[in-house]
Structure formats: structure tokens, C-alpha cells
């Protein structure tokens, strides 16, 4: 039995040629590009303060015209009305909570092992066609997923997977934006790091694992950011493959919440919120890792 080692040598030359560089930039600068980040970034959190406020809104705030940004007298019957909208469904709010972690974390996991493996051969291997495969990728990303919708539901049908885990998680693990993501940065690796692997004696899985993944570990971290958000939104495949309410994932319960009319306007304000909060979650654990490995992730020869 072959026994794989860690590529010693080649985790040498990779730690070896990480470089780091001192931005040379005035006080004034830097103030500068602080302040307009700020601003910026205070831009792009108003929806998501706006929503968490909207959530806490009484009935007479929800309906105010123009309406207030700031709730002005915070209460928690939005919460209790989405509790008793649940609570009459034929299945429990528990079971559709399952269904969404199973669809966006393994779909999110095995889109990433997918993306990975495909893009290492067009990254670091010359074969016949590799420009002509890597050209349909980039065609690819100029396509809606919608204009594939009825031959994938054909195809479903086809294979027996209607109604089932398989109809929502395999059709997204086809994205061509997580390979071409994966592909660029592999691009980036020193071609002498995989030398040095393999003098070591690895083999391709072993080069991949050891050596590759750690090198684009920015590529796959934003892409799992990426990826969970597709998968834990997209309410189309549950729509269109899944007929069993056992079946169905979060999101697209809540979202038949919304559909309500006026008594359900509070509880349609809470369903946002809670919509929002899981990627927003994966974000914040992945976020540091990313800026941190972005920071030291350049390889020169």
C-alpha cells in the first residue's frame, strides 16, 4: 500500500516565497482613504440596519408613509406573529431549518471540492483543448441559469430525482464562476512549488491537497461565501423539483409567509431579517481569514 506524505520540500518553497510589502502613502493619504472607506462602508450597511429596525416596528410604524428609518417603539409581536404563522404549517418549522442546512452546506462543500478539482488540470496541466474548455468556462459566465431551467428539469425527471435532496443541491454545483475563480488563482502558484512535490514524491491528489489548496485558500474561502448564499436563497429548484412539504427548506417557507397580504406585514418585516442573518454569518466567520491570507498569499519565482 502507497503511503502519501506531505510534500515537505514543496511547503518549504511555499512559505519561502511569500513576500510582503510597505505601502509608502502620507498621513493625509491614508486619512483620506480611511474617511472615504468609512463612508462607503456606512453606505452599504443602511438596507441592513433599515431591515433589522423594520423587523422591531410596530403595525403603526410599518404602515407610516414616509416611513421612519429609526424604529421608534421597538416591539417583539412581529416575532410572536411569524411564531403562530409556523406554527400552523403542517410541517415543523425544525424540519425546514434541517432542509436548508443539508441543501447550502453540502452543496456549498461539494461545490467547492468540484471547483477545485476541475480548475487544478486547467491551471497547472497542458493538455489538447485545455484553451477551448477554459474559453467555454468564460462563455459560460455571459449565460443566466435561468435559459438552462427546463432541460434541467427534464434531466431530473429523467434520472428519478424529482422530489428529492439530489434536484436541489447537483444542478448549482455547475457554476462556472467558482472554477473560474479556483482557475485564476491556481494560475498564480509557482509552477516550482509543484516541482519540489513531486521530487518529494507526491502525486497529483497529494499536490492538490497539500500544496494547492493551502495556496488558494483566499479563492476557495470567498467562494464558499459565494456559494452558501446561492444555495441557502435559491428558492427556484425547491419550486420547481419539490413536491413533498417535508422537503421544502427554509427560505421558500417563509417566504410563501410573505405572500399573506396586510396581517401578515410584521411577520413578512421578520422574515427578511432572518433571511439575511445566515449569510451574514458565514461572512463574518470567513471574512478574517480571507483579508488575513490575501495579505500573504503573493508567490514570486
Known amino acids: 500500500m502507497t503511503v502519501i506524505q506531505k510534500p515537505s520540500r514543496a511547503l518549504r518553497v511555499l512559505r519561502g516565497s511569500k ?5 509608502t502613502r502620507s498621513r ?19 438596507p441592513m440596519i433599515y431591515t433589522v429596525n423594520v423587523a422591531f416596528k410596530p403595525m403603526g410604524e410599518l404602515l407610516k408613509y414616509p416611513p421612519d428609518f429609526f424604529v421608534q417603539n421597538p416591539t417583539l409581536q412581529n416575532f410572536t406573529n411569524l411564531s403562530n404563522a409556523i406554527s400552523n404549517s403542517t410541517v415543523p418549522f425544525s424540519r425546514y431549518f434541517f432542509n436548508s442546512i443539508i441543501v447550502a452546506g453540502l452543496g456549498t462543500l461539494l461545490h467547492v471540492i ?23 468556462v468564460v462563455l459560460g459566465l455571459m449565460f443566466s441559469p ?3 431551467e427546463v432541460p434541467r428539469y427534464l434531466q431530473m425527471a429523467a434520472i428519478g430525482w424529482l422530489d428529492s435532496y439530489q434536484a436541489m443541491i447537483v ?12 482557475k485564476q488563482f491556481m494560475e498564480q502558484i509557482n509552477d516550482a512549488v509543484l ?6 514524491g507526491a502525486g497529483e491528489w497529494a499536490a492538490w491537497w497539500y500544496v494547492v489548496m493551502p495556496a488558494v485558500k483566499p479563492a476557495y474561502l470567498t467562494l464558499t461565501i459565494f456559494a452558501f448564499k446561492d444555495f441557502w436563497n435559491n428558492i427556484g429548484p425547491v419550486m420547481m423539483y419539490i413536491s413533498s412539504e417535508s422537503k421544502k427548506t427554509l427560505p421558500l417557507a417563509l417566504t410563501n409567509i410573505m405572500q399573506g397580504g396586510l396581517p401578515r406585514l410584521g411577520a413578512t418585516a421578520v422574515v427578511g431579517l432572518l433571511l439575511m442573518l445566515p449569510p451574514i454569518i458565514i461572512f463574518l466567520i470567513t471574512q478574517s481569514n480571507v483579508i488575513e491570507t490575501m495579505k500573504s498569499s503573493g508567490m514570486k519565482d
Open 114 to 136: 468540484f471547483a477545485s478539482l476541475a480548475a487544478y488540470p486547467l491551471a497547472k496541466h497542458k493538455f489538447p483543448g485545455r484553451k477551448t474548455l477554459f474559453m467555454m
Open 19 to 23: 513576500v510582503g510589502t510597505k505601502a
Open 171 to 182: 444542478p448549482l454545483l455547475i457554476n462556472t464562476l467558482g472554477l473560474y475563480l479556483m
Open 146 to 148: 435561468t435559459i438552462v
Open 195 to 200: 516541482e519540489a512535490a513531486r521530487i518529494d
Open 28 to 46: 493625509m493619504g491614508n486619512a483620506a482613504v480611511v474617511f472615504f472607506l468609512v463612508l462607503l462602508a456606512a453606505f452599504m450597511s443602511f
